[in-house]
């Protein structure tokens, strides 16, 4: 079995499931990009280097407006710090529009 497309498998039973390529789902969306904040609220996102400062909790906070969202006394509310760059992260939800114009 063939796993392109992202990870979706080719030429199984499902493949009939999953005949859109995630390249033609991009073309068709019209992304409406925004602040994380904005755009999901409750979205926490965080930031690891590698391997082993993921295991040490030592990462950066990319939503820290939503570190209160972690676990009280957590790896994650204790190691990780907030990001320091100016440029806050964007997000988008696609509106993908269907072959009829449907959406």
Known sequence: MDFGNYGTPRGSPASELYATEIHELHSRCRFRYEPLRSAFPSLTVSHYTDTDTYDRFDGVDLTPHNHRKYQ?????????QPRTSDREPQGALCEAVADGGAT
């Open 72 to 80: 009280p006394g957590s790896g994650w509310a204790l190691g990780l």
